[in-house]
């Protein structure tokens, strides 16, 4: 008996245009191969099925009862195969019901959420998309659990599996209520270490840019209120003196609704680059992809 598991998958496309054709030659010129390519696959053929298949009877060859019991499926089986293997339905965003994870910060979904939102309504009005809080000391498992598609953040992760774009680079504004005292003297970085001000992050570090900014300069501030959640700071700015420094992109996203003024910082800082993380497996896939070229136009109209 032969081995059926030595079949290639080229061989069998070659068998079921024997079937079509009863013709070697015919079923050479169809599939590109030489006489002598096809009588040297049949030959193999015919050993691992154990059978003739095929025999000629005059002009013509005509098939034994195992290959007539094997027509019928192996088109049936070539034909799926190809359909639902080689030729995955494409992707189509105005019809998919896919539901996508993205894992990010209060301030990321703050300025990026909307617009997105926005624009998937559009282009993909039947498409879920859920934000997830980004947990910062497992960015990577997030990614690789499938928890998350994808994660936008400000962190930094070298891991591996994953691969990583920068969408924008944003820099620092300051702000305060309107008719705040400060906004006299707004240029003043020692006026501007007097009053208290807002910072937002989780942990017991109540240091961050502007802290590291402020001490190259021999100078200090008052970090008088941190919450959890930037969401949540412009509220306090604009019932208090203290004063909020955090991304611009932020700050002009909420500016229109609080009694706020923004201003540039009287210290120097740095940019930051806020970046995209996806798994490497989904490198190719069609609707991770399609999510993320809208991640990306999104945050290059609105920055």
């Not at 702000?175 to 807002?198: G, T």
Request: net charge positive; with cysteine; aromatic share 8%.
């Amino acid at each position: 008996m032969g081995n059926i598991s030595d079949i290639e998958l080229n061989q069998l496309r070659l068998l079921q245009i024997i079937f079509e054709t009863r013709n070697l030659t015919r079923a050479g010129e169809r599939a590109g191969l030489t006489q002598s390519a096809v009588s040297h696959t049949l030959k193999k053929l015919r050993h691992s099925f154990d059978d003739s298949l095929v025999i000629r009877q005059g002009n013509q060859l005509v098939l034994t009862p195992r290959a007539e019991s094997l027509q019928t499926p192996l088109s049936r089986w070539l034909s799926d195969f190809e359909r639902n293997i080689l030729n995955q339905e494409e992707f189509n965003p105005e019809s998919t019901q896919r539901t996508f994870y993205i894992a990010t910060s209060d301030l990321v979904e703050q300025s990026i959420a909307p617009p997105l939102i926005a624009l998937l309504q559009k282009d993909a009005p039947r498409v879920q998309v859920i934000f997830i809080k980004l947990d910062k000391h497992r960015i990577a498992n997030q990614i690789e659990s499938g928890e998350a598609d994808l994660s936008i953040s400000v962190m930094e992760s070298s891991h591996p599996s994953l691969i990583v774009k920068t969408l924008y680079k944003d820099s620092f504004v300051s702000a305060v209520r309107n008719n705040h005292p400060f906004l006299k003297d707004k240029k003043n970085v020692h006026s501007f270490c007097q009053y208290p001000h807002i910072m937002a992050g989780t942990g017991r570090d109540n240091r961050g840019t502007v802290d590291k900014a402020l001490e190259e300069i021999g100078l200090s501030r008052n970090v008088q209120f941190k919450v959890a959640n930037f969401s949540s700071a412009p509220y306090i700015v604009e019932c208090s003196d203290g004063i909020l420094t955090a991304p611009r992109k932020f700050i002009q996203s909420i500016a229109g609704k609080f009694n706020i003024v923004h201003f540039t910082p009287p210290v120097t800082l740095p940019q930051y680059s806020m970046k995209a993380y996806w798994n490497l497996k989904n490198k190719d896939d069609p609707a991770n992809k399609w999510l993320r070229e809208k991640i990306v136009e999104v945050a290059r109209i609105e920055y």
